[in-house]
């Protein structure tokens, strides 16, 4: 079977995919169509079902598998799958469901291991507490949880990744600039998207389909800080030491029109706002420099500010990776 990475524009192809979105639209002649986002883990595909029957074609809801047929075009730049025939997936498929979820690099539980392996040697035992406390509470959750229910790490152990990722480079600031507390900046970087546990509805395969009630109410940095407030008070962590955490975790997004709930007020806060801004711009540049071919353009990326992004070709492997456990790599 074909994989989503691999399609090219006039191939026709049979393939299995999980749905990462489905919606029934109207065209502009009037007639229903389904619009599709189909996923393995390799990638994803936007894709229509012009022959769509209100009442007579199944509902294929987000993460659910399916069995596609149909042609491959190119619609403002980027390829689309026509869908000429689309079923469930059947049992004779014999298909393992996580063959079409796309996973981080690294093994889940190496890289919690490894929090926990950095926070037991924190000198405040104050903060070492508080993040192993928190992070036992959430363990298996973490083990599963996408960054995002799109764009950067919106895979299997996502947020795992790319909280070490950030974890990584504050430990690299920190070593730059000896001023940084390092048990304060490193506990900031651990817990700084802990709500998203709460923000998003994810499967047990680790994919996020779409925003909970309390996500769009309350959203990941206010929950993170509830869930930090609440921890440390159980712990009899200072009050002064849980605000300096609580406060990381409601401005990392740098800016009220990004979603902050303050801006940072000290150095540790800024540091893990603008490593949260590297790591996600970085991953996000290399997701669409890697679907383009070399000497050539992306499409416009609308998450960063619309810029058609530019392979130079000059380097060998442009899709989104981080060093973070060499030994482990799987």
Request: hydrophobic letters at 40%; one cysteine or more; a negative charge.
């Amino acid at each position: 079977m074909t994989d989503i990475q691999s399609l090219k524009v006039n191939d026709r192809v049979e393939l299995y995919a999980m749905v990462k979105r489905s919606e029934v639209k109207t065209s502009s002649k009037g007639s229903k169509y389904l619009d599709l986002v189909l996923g393995d883990r390799t990638g994803e595909i936007d894709a229509k079902y012009w022959d769509y029957q209100e009442g007579g074609t199944p509902d294929y809801p987000a993460n659910s598998l399916v069995k596609i047929r149909g042609s491959v075009n190119e619609f403002r730049g980027a390829l689309q799958l026509r869908v000429e025939m689309i079923r469930p997936l059947l049992p004779s498929d014999h298909v393992d469901p996580a063959d079409f979820v796309a996973t981080a690099e690294y093994d889940s539980e190496a890289m919690y291991d490894e929090i926990i392996r950095l926070a037991q040697g924190f000198r405040d035992e104050d903060l070492k507490n508080l993040l192993l406390a928190i992070y036992d509470q959430y363990h298996q959750e973490l083990l599963t949880a996408p960054a995002a229910v799109t764009l950067h790490h919106a895979m299997r152990g996502g947020l795992l990744y790319h909280t070490l990722s950030i974890i990584r480079l504050c430990q690299k600031a920190a070593e730059v600039y000896p001023q940084i507390d390092t048990d304060l900046l490193l506990t900031g970087a651990a817990l700084h998207d802990i709500g998203k546990i709460m923000e998003m509805d994810t499967s047990e395969l680790g994919v996020a389909s779409q925003y909970t009630t309390d996500g769009n109410l309350i959203g990941h940095l206010v929950r993170g800080a509830i869930v930090v407030d609440e921890v440390g008070k159980e712990l009899n962590v200072p009050a002064e030491k849980l605000m300096l955490v609580e406060h990381m975790l409601i401005s990392h997004h740098g800016r009220p029109e990004y979603g902050a709930a303050m801006v940072p007020k000290f150095l540790e806060a800024m540091v893990l706002s603008k490593m949260d801004e590297l790591d996600a711009t970085v991953y996000e540049i290399n997701d669409n420099v890697s679907k383009t071919d070399p000497d050539t353009f992306s499409p416009r990326i609308w998450s960063l500010d619309n810029a058609r992004l530019y392979n130079h070709g000059r380097v060998d492997h442009t899709e989104p990776r981080a060093n973070l456990l060499p030994e482990d790599k799987q």
